[in-house]
């Protein structure tokens, strides 16, 4: 819960707070994979070679890849119009939602660091994570514009992987101008 308090303090314009986020735990991992395997069945029904390649990468993470964190958080996004928009009905523009979405994950990452834990911001597939499927199995409205950025995978971190860990960043000098 830590975690989402954070999240719900990112900066937001017009105080949208268009964040919304899903918590799955190992039931809804597994749910969120059998979403994504039935919209590449759906995608590719004409070109079985691509779907068995597909489905058999898919299955190989399944058991791999996602067997390890111990939940994902989708990361979603309301659209509503904003309260000073009463008779047209305008919502803030896309960009600064989706900018008040990030901080809010930003947000997330540092208190889970904080916490230590491990958090990444996967994008999913793409096909999948963009789907009318996905979007109704997050109980999101497509409709209104609702959309699902990605997820965020959460798991306890080795003690030797952390100590192994070095971020690095190149020089801040190559990405800042003064101007006078």
Not at 46 to 54: A, H, I, K, V, Y
Not at 66 to 86: F, G
Request: aromatic content about 8%.
């Amino acid at each position: 819960m830590a975690l989402l308090e954070a999240a719900n303090w990112a900066p937001t314009h017009g105080k949208t707070e268009p964040w919304r986020f899903v918590v799955l735990g190992r039931q809804g991992m597994q749910a969120l994979q059998d979403v994504t395997e039935g919209v590449y069945q759906r995608l590719l029904a004409g070109q079985p070679e691509q779907l068995q390649e597909t489905l058999q990468q898919l299955q190989h993470d399944r058991q791999h890849r996602w067997s390890t964190p111990s939940h994902m958080v989708a990361i979603c996004m309301a659209r509503k119009p904003h309260p000073k928009h009463k008779f047209n009905k305008k919502c803030m523009p896309l960009w600064e939602e989706l900018a008040a979405c990030a901080c809010a994950v930003q947000n997330m990452q540092l208190m889970a660091t904080s916490m230590g834990l491990g958090a990444y911001w996967s994008s999913w597939h793409d096909d999948a994570r963009d789907s009318a499927e996905m979007l109704q199995f997050l109980g999101m409205d497509s409709t209104q514009g609702d959309r699902c950025w990605g997820f965020l995978v959460l798991g306890v971190v080795r003690p030797e992987v952390v100590r192994s860990y070095r971020a690095s960043r190149g020089p801040v000098a190559h990405k800042v101008a003064f101007r006078d």
